[in-house]
């Protein structure tokens, strides 16, 4: 099924075919009527409370992966000839056959596979399926999956391809061709050393060491670190003999870094790299290698493919709460149907306090008071989940109800723990502060507006304005504006970090970042910054002349990219036009029913693409909800 450069059609729940639309309409301009704008918040809210689990939260649902399934497949494929009983070797040549056949099945029209089955076929995704093919030594049964496989391979480049689009960052490059070595599909010596002996170091040294891979990849540096060494060696013997006398030291290191149940990140492609390499390494009765397994059997879906993460649960359940009750629109006790009611304002609260982190993170070393994406123990605290999770917080208390003795204890530590997360540069990075050396450590402009905003927002509801601490935080949200102000791009537009779009150049999506930071200085009163002031002027002329937006202008409009530009530009004078037409875009959406239809726009690892099925609901309620305000203040 070929990925061609148009918007993406309806995807099915169950099949999540791959096809998209061609039609580029005229932009509507005349004034929505505010009925019908009402009419659609009510009817998509509504769709996304009723995506809430029994204790009332969200989950959602992550895209499936051909990446993830490959390398799942290989990771069990290597297991099952050292099975721990007959049983379970049964059971992983069953979950092999069903992941070749659903790559089988899923693989595009060019001979490649993309990340989810909505992308583009990329170099990475291809060289990891085709090589399971060959490492099951199935090659000959798929023989036209393989042949073609092995063109668009060719094509575009190979090894070099892969180490091309990655530059200096190992982080995915060197799991990528540690996976085709495996494999027998690529020679060891195009794989890349790592120095996993440097994980036997205080991890207070981490950044000091500039490791090559991300924060998060620890896990990786150390398995497939080893891998390497057992499968190369090392010329220098120097270096040989400290690599020698680390491999134990280390593994204890992975070992204690691993959540209870095996997954890394709750990430299926980071557990199996971890797996194969171990396997590779003779390590079949680690606990850590059977950990590894046990996930990667538990995170398999019914059709024989693998998501890309468990899921984003704290992420889209504060996402939803902010997009419901922000500016306080969705009051229930104005009689609101589509808001949340005070029995669920409660549930959620007392579930994203749990999720709270109140002890030292053992994978990154951070310290209490921030929150990860997901409830289960794979995940690790961020700067983005956090914010999100004080606004939500902050969002389902009513104006002047009272804030319990918990709440703001969680949201003073959040914020102590965002203070202490803030780079040098002023802006705030995902995981570890200080770690710069690599685009996914690096301070991001997205995230900065996100902390802004929570901030600032604590700042004026519940925060001590007397004290010593809210001048830190003040200067904090100055280092941080001050940021901004220098990474705003000449045309005055802003990139995020972990997000983007498949069809710009180099993936980017400056209408991600530049809607995030315009919404978070007009939210905190810098709208009429010179800076601010071009990142509105930049969000209404990448408009599309349909009325929606993308990544920039001419790309196929999504209803998460019009939805955050709406978003950040109601309530905005001189984006009333403008405003009017996305809105319009997006109801119509509603009315014919595609609203929901989801794009891959979000990053995981590096350039890893997902998309899930909750965002375009989640954004669109946001910001028809955003307008109905503008239009209607009360």
């Known amino acids: 099924m070929a990925a061609v450069a148009n918007s993406v059609l309806p995807v099915d729940d169950k099949h999540e075919t791959l096809c998209y639309r061609s039609d580029m309409t005229v932009r509507p301009q005349q004034d929505p009527d505010n009925d019908a704008i009402r009419a659609a918040y009510s009817s998509i809210s509504a769709t996304l409370l009723a995506e809430r689990t029994d204790d009332g939260r969200w989950e959602g649902h992550l895209s499936t992966s051909a990446l993830s399934t490959a390398t799942a497949v290989m990771a069990l494929s290597m297991a099952n000839t050292a099975a721990r009983d007959e049983s379970e070797a049964s059971r992983f040549c069953e979950l092999v056959q069903a992941g070749l056949k659903w790559l ?17 076929s990329n170099i990475s995704t291809t060289m990891l399926a085709n090589a399971v093919f ?8 798929y023989q036209d999956v393989v042949q073609a496989s092995q063109q668009y391979i060719d094509d575009a480049g190979g090894v070099d391809a892969v180490l091309k689009r990655y ?20 020679d060891w010596q195009h794989v890349i050393p790592l120095p996993f002996e440097l994980s036997c170091i205080p991890s207070s040294f981490y950044a000091a060491v500039r490791l090559p891979v991300v924060s998060y990849a620890l896990p990786a540096l150390i398995a497939i670190g080893q891998v390497v060494f057992k499968k190369r060696g090392h010329w220098n ?24 149940h095996g997954g890394f990140l709750e990430a299926t492609p980071l557990t199996s790299f971890v797996c194969m390499s171990l396997l590779g390494c003779d390590f079949h009765d680690h606990p850590v290698t059977n950990r590894c397994l046990d996930f990667i059997v538990a995170s398999v879906r019914p059709d024989g493919s693998w998501p890309i993460d468990t899921n984003l649960s704290t992420w889209v359940t504060t996402l939803s709460v902010n997009a419901l009750s922000g500016e306080g629109m969705a009051s ?9 009611k005070p029995e669920d304002r409660q549930r959620i609260r007392s579930w994203l306090l749990a999720q709270q982190y109140k002890v030292v993170h053992p994978y990154t070393d951070s310290p209490p008071g921030g929150w990860s994406w997901t409830d289960l123990p794979g995940g690790v605290p961020d700067a983005d989940d956090t914010p999100g999770a004080m606004l939500a917080i902050l969002n389902l208390r009513q104006n002047g109800q009272p804030y319990l003795t918990e709440e703001l204890s969680a949201l003073q530590n959040a914020a102590t723990w965002l203070l202490n997360l803030q780079n040098r540069d002023g802006g705030w990075p995902t995981f570890c502060r200080g770690w710069g050396a690599l685009p996914f450590d ?90 601010s002031v ?11 002349d349909d009325g929606g937006w993308s990544g920039r202008k001419g790309l196929p409009s999504s209803t998460e990219e019009t939805a955050l530009a709406v978003e950040a530009l109601a309530g905005v004078p001189d984006a009333d036009s403008a405003v009017i037409s996305g809105a319009n875009w997006l109801v119509g959406k509603v009315q014919d029913g595609s609203v929901a239809d989801p794009s891959p726009i979000g990053f995981y690892f590096a350039k890893l693409w997902y ?24």
């Open 442 to 531: 690096r301070s991001s402009n997205d995230l900065t507006a996100h902390v802004l905003r929570a901030m600032t927002l604590w700042q004026s509801r519940v925060a001590d304005i007397s004290g010593e601490y809210t001048a830190r935080s003040d200067s904090a949200v100055q280092r941080g504006l001050r940021f901004l102000s220098r990474t705003q791009a000449d045309d005055g537009s802003w990139l995020p970090l972990w997000f983007g779009n498949q069809f710009n150049h180099n993936d980017e999506n400056p209408l991600y970042g530049t809607a995030k930071v315009v919404l978070a200085l007009q939210e905190i009163g810098r709208g009429e910054e010179p800076y």
């Open 332 to 340: 229930s006790d104005q009689g609101d149907a589509t808001a949340l």
């Open 534 to 544: 071009r990142g509105v002027q930049w969000l209404i002329s990448n408009q599309n």
């Open 167 to 186: 530059g200096k960052d190992k982080t995915f490059s060197v799991p990528i061709l540690t996976h085709c070595a495996l494999a027998g599909v690529v």
């Open 104 to 120: 089988a099945e899923h693989q595009n029209d060019d001979g490649g596979w993309g990340d989810t089955v909505l992308s583009v």
């Open 611 to 634: 998309f899930e099925r909750l965002y375009p609901i989640i954004f669109a309620t946001g910001a028809l909800q955003r307008c109905l305000h503008a239009r209607n203040p009360r």
């Open 134 to 141: 060959h490492a099951t030594k199935q090659a000959v049964q």
């Open 237 to 260: 013997p120097i270096v040989r003999g400290i690599r020698t006398a680390a491999i134990k030291r280390s593994m204890r290191v992975l070992q204690s870094i691993q959540p209870e």
